[in-house]
């Protein structure tokens, strides 16, 4: 009898350590993405203000804002997403649909998305530099940064967009068939509306990443800060503009503090829409 | 069924004397299956099949599990294309026509050979859709036409009362019966000649169940129905012919072929014996 309860308390002592152990590791994870928040909030938010994000920036980013460098952001990502989007998408589609799982095309397909999905930016970037600045002479401009970011994406949005591909029930496809239905009617009316919000939580993630990206743009798309005027114009992205504000620039830490909270905001908001995404997607009866 | 059917000692069946429909007097074969063989990945799962589906009639293919009836059900509207690794081998004559032709237009097949799979498969769409999305593909387009086909069709599986006022709320907020009646509605609405079935009820509630079998049974004679079912009782109730498959040797064989009744009640093979009287399988 003693004997037992003491074996119990011992289980419990030994749950509760466990536990203890889980909690702490996840306070920790919490307190580095708060105190990171804090940080962000406490160095830039009285430097944050609407003619911050309105206005051009001048002394080299002390003063002025950010709006020629949120402008060039948008057009960097806008060439990235446009780009790599459909062929992604269409490499996903085909390797879904399309190929058998185990034919040799498509694991060479999947193998060269995995390797080019672990290939640092940086390798990214001199590649970039190479091919879309000096060897397709677009130089230093906003369409080089977004082609490269582009190649970057591809890995992302095509493994996203094949794996919610499969995860539309395969009784779909069946039943389609036997109604006669074409393989593209039934992409077209079924599979890809089923698919499309985990195809969005893929994309918004890709954005997300490439809104981050700093060594790829610092070898392809410059970091002029004037408003541009084409997309063969020099365009520096946000993350280079605090990246050049903290390293190059006295002074300019209140203003990349405040860039990193813009930065910051945009990543949350686009993560949460991504989870929103994939929780609707949950929830959804789509999936039985 | 009345008590006194259950419970008449005269009877060597659990579940009363046989009510299957009326017999089909002209038997006249619009599915023939000849000497057909089925691999999947190389690895025999039905070997060398010869069956004669009657037309108007009920056939029930009936056995244990894995024993390849959906399998063959699957190879009359070539589904087996779609399953990787499957191949097929012999004939199967649809209307005299051999549907594994090189030149077999499958959609065309499809529409004329109808399928109802064992658990409901509504598409994510609305009750509407789901009966024009098919007919559109068919080249139906025009929306009266579309309206009027669906409504024949929910009528014949008699849904049309239970989802008229709600025809575009979601076709998956439908119960599991009401489901499968829905599917049963978008085969129908397509116009088949022949319907196959693979255990449609046993996804579903005893009553949901009941009401699928006697809408099965009343498609008698207006189409030629092929079904799965592990339920004997059901197959005895509303086929006219059965056919019983047993697994020898890993793979699935047709083991006897007949009239419902004759089946059941003075099977040729002991096999069909030991398996419809519940000794074996």
Known sequence: MHDAARKRSLRKLRENAAQCVIYSAVMLVSAVFIWLLIDLLRGGLSHLSWEFITELPRDAGRAGGIASILVSTLLILLVAVLTAVPVAWMTAILLAEFVATGSWFGKAVRFSLYVLAGVPSIVFGLFGNAFFCVYLGLGFSILSGGLTLACMLLPILASTAEAGLRAVPHIYRLTASALGLSRAAALLHLILPAAAPVMAAGLLLGIGRALAETAVLLFTSGYAERMPDSLLDSGRALALHIFDLSMNVPGGDEPAYASALVLVSLLLCINILAMKFAYGLQRSKLMP | ?281
Request: with cysteine; net charge neutral; glycine share 8%.
């Open chain 2, 1 to 281: 069924m009345t008590i006194e059917q259950l419970t008449d000692p005269c009877d060597s069946f659990t579940l009363g004397p046989l009510e299957a429909g009326p017999a089909c007097c002209d038997p006249q074969p619009v599915i023939e299956v000849k000497n057909l063989s089925l691999r999947y990945h190389g690895k025999l799962a039905l070997k060398q099949v010869s069956l004669d589906i009657y037309k108007g009639c009920i056939t029930a293919l009936i056995g244990p599990s894995g024993c390849g009836k959906t399998s063959l059900l699957s190879a009359v509207n070539r589904l087996t294309d779609l399953i990787p690794g499957c191949s097929v081998n012999g004939r199967i004559l649809v209307q005299g026509r051999n549907i594994y032709d090189p030149d077999e237009n499958v959609q065309a097949l499809r529409r004329q050979v109808g399928m109802v799979f064992q658990k409901p498969t509504p598409f994510p769409l609305s009750i509407r859709r789901n009966l024009s999305l098919p007919l559109h593909e068919h080249g139906v387009t025009r929306k009266a036409e579309v309206a009027d086909i669906s409504e024949q069709a929910l009528r014949d599986v008699g849904l049309w009362d239970e989802v008229c006022d709600r025809m575009d709320s979601a076709a998956l907020n439908l119960s599991g019966g009401q489901q499968q009646r829905l599917c049963i509605a978008r085969a129908l609405a397509l116009q088949p000649q022949i319907l196959l079935m693979d255990e449609p009820c046993s996804a579903l509630d005893p009553i949901a169940s009941g009401i699928v079998e006697d809408l099965i049974g009343r498609l008698r004679g207006r189409y030629t129905v092929v079904i799965v079912t592990h339920n004997l009782a059901q197959a005895r109730r509303i086929a006219n012919y059965a056919a019983f498959f047993w697994v020898s040797e890993h793979a699935g064989q047709l083991i006897e072929f007949g009239r419902c009744q004759k089946i059941f009640e003075s099977p040729r093979h002991e096999l069909t014996a030991a398996y419809v009287n519940g000794v074996r399988g």
